[in-house]
């Protein structure tokens, strides 16, 4: 780790350079009421020395007994040592765009296999060199949709990642599109009532989770024939994409668009990210998909090769033809993806996939033993709500015996009395029946 700061004559230098006066002049579009008029309340610079053990000490604090309970969108899954040993191999020349495909071969035929991986899970004819995360990849399929469609309105059910619909309403409120939410049941899938009321000939996309936020499996096939009756796309979004080695692709149930992220194959889940966003779809809107496409093809002596064959970004066509800002992705978490998914291989990854269900079933049943019934009846993948009265503290107490127990929906529904006391908890293949007896107990210990 090295620090090469500029001295203050490269700063004036450049200053000079850019027509500016001082660095606060580079600041001057932003309206002074929105700077900070304050140093940041930052600690000195530390040496090299003391920043490493500054490090060591936070990095002990992270000491956890067991893997975690909470899924919510990041998901503990086991990461095969080969993943980070082959993302160190030179084939792979940078994470970035490839923009000479004569020195990234490597990298451009990783791309290549991930969006057929993409495709093979999704159920769908084209998927994209990745995203930079399933949130954005949400928001994108929001907007190509109304690029699609010429409308305004996006509908999009409670049941999707909260935080996925905060990214979604980012995007949208600079665009000037519409965002209607709508309820989930009793069962924890989308209010299919409430959805067709919602749908219009206004509406651009409807987006449901599959698996949802809940963990249960909605009714895509359904939502997919509600969008379709009024012209509209419809968008499936995946958290847990080990769900897709057992559960039919979103394209054979209906679906225009299949995003999300594959945090869960290669990928740790390092606080929640970094983790590859997909993007998948039917070829009929390929031109509006944003990103990048890596194709196949053969150089003058007749020998396979791999080229970027379209790009839609500003950086390589007229602005206003582009259909995405998207400057890079998540290359090398795409890389880890693509990796983890070939070792797997196709009777690997419906294995692994069988086995999270399983699990999912043991920790409902712990539960229910321990008086803990799930809150959804809906079908469930490997996560599920459990009613466990103060979820607070549940969370608070368990974490003092180092297991991390789950996601406390209140947090993310605090309007919605039935969630009061719900806590959305996963169980993985790195959850054996022993571990998960034990959580259960401990829940109401």
Not at 177 to 190: L, M
Not at 204 to 219: E, I, K, R, S
Not at 373 to 389: D, L, W
Request: glycine residues 8%; hydrophobic residues 45%.
């Amino acid at each position: 780790m090295r620090y090469h700061p500029h001295t203050e004559g490269d700063v004036r230098e450049m200053l000079e350079a850019a027509g500016a006066k001082s660095l606060d002049d580079l600041f001057r579009s932003i309206p002074a009421p929105l700077r900070l008029s304050r140093p940041l309340e930052l600690p000195p610079a530390a040496d090299e020395v003391t920043l490493l053990a500054e490090l060591r000490r936070l990095a002990a604090r992270n000491d956890v007994e067991h893997p975690p309970f909470v899924g919510a969108g990041a998901y503990p899954h086991h990461v095969p040592p080969a993943v980070d040993q082959l993302l160190l191999r030179g084939e792979f020349f940078t994470a970035y765009t490839p923009y000479q495909p004569e020195i990234s071969q490597g990298t451009l035929q990783a791309l290549f296999e991930w969006q057929t991986f993409v495709c093979l899970l999704t159920g769908l004819e084209v998927a994209n060199a990745s995203m930079y995360d399933g949130a954005t990849a949400m928001a994108e399929a929001a907007l190509m949709a109304t690029r699609v469609t010429g409308r305004s309105k996006v509908v999009v059910s409670a049941a999707v990642h909260p935080e996925y619909r905060k990214v979604l309403a980012t995007y949208l409120r600079s665009s000037g599109d519409r965002i209607v939410t709508v309820p989930y049941g009793a069962d924890g899938r989308t209010d299919l009532a409430a959805l067709k009321a919602a749908v219009d000939q206004e509406t651009a996309a409807v987006l449901v989770g599959y698996p949802n936020f809940f963990g249960v499996v909605d009714a895509l096939p359904e939502a997919a024939a509600v969008a379709h009756a009024q012209g509209a796309l419809c968008v499936s979004v995946t958290c847990e994409a080990v769900a897709l080695g057992l559960l039919q692709g979103p394209g054979a149930l209906g679906a225009d668009v299949a995003v999300g992220t594959f945090q869960s194959f290669g990928n740790p889940v390092s606080f929640g990210g970094p983790a590859p966003g997909f993007f998948a779809l039917r070829e009929e809107h390929l031109r509006q998909m944003p990103g990048r496409i890596c194709g196949a093809t053969v150089d003058k002596q007749g020998r396979r090769g791999f080229v970027l064959t379209l790009s839609t970004r500003e950086q390589h066509i007229r602005r206003e033809r582009a259909t995405s800002n998207i400057c890079t992705n998540a290359g090398l978490c795409a890389l880890a993806s693509t990796i983890h998914l070939a070792l797997l291989g196709k009777k690997g990854l419906a294995e692994l996939a069988r086995v999270n269900y399983a699990r999912g079933r043991l920790l409902a049943e712990a539960m229910e033993r321990q008086g803990c019934p799930s809150v959804f009846s809906g079908p469930a993948f490997n996560e599920r709500a459990f009613e466990v009265g103060d979820a607070e503290a549940v969370v608070e107490r368990l974490a003092a015996r180092g297991i991390a127990a789950g996601a406390p929906l209140a947090r993310f529904y605090p309007d919605d009395p039935r969630l009061k006391g719900a806590l959305l908890c996963v169980a993985t293949e790195l959850h054996d029946p022993e571990l998960i007896d034990l959580f259960a107990k401990a829940v109401r210990s």
